[in-house]
């Protein structure tokens, strides 16, 4: 069984920082991907951002110079460094993990976190 924990939300001003974590466990074989999406009330949820097994990255043009994705060492961990909050990115973040165990591969989310920027 696969899981994923996100930590890090929070309330933070507008213009601070957030360092979101998510840690991926389980009978994991390969994590092709990761990443983190967010779902602010009555929108979709969206990417936010995403880094490859090979460390390509890919970042949405709202968060694009503010935001950096990056995994841990053990690879099976991925961080959001967020600075320059807005009151816009108020959201439930969801860590996201494209990966195979024994038997398949999938696609699998964590619970959120929630990320509210507000003075």
């Known amino acids: 069984q696969v899981q994923l924990v996100e930590s890090g939300g929070g309330l933070v001003q507008p213009g601070g920082s957030l360092r979101l974590s998510c840690a991926a466990s389980g009978n994991i074989f390969s994590i092709y991907a990761m990443g983190w999406y967010r779902q602010a009330p009555g929108k979709q949820r969206e990417l936010v951002a995403a880094i490859t097994r090979g460390g390509i990255t890919n970042y949405a043009d709202s968060v694009k110079g503010r935001f950096t994705i990056s995994r841990g060492d053990a690879r099976n961990t991925v961080y959001l460094q967020m600075n320059s909050l807005k009151p816009e990115d108020t959201a439930v973040y969801y860590c996201?993990?494209?990966?195979?165990?024994?038997?398949?591969?999938?696609?699998?989310w964590g619970q959120g976190t929630q990320v509210t920027v507000s003075s």
């Open positions: 996201n993990a494209d990966l195979r165990t024994e038997y398949h591969q999938s696609n699998y």
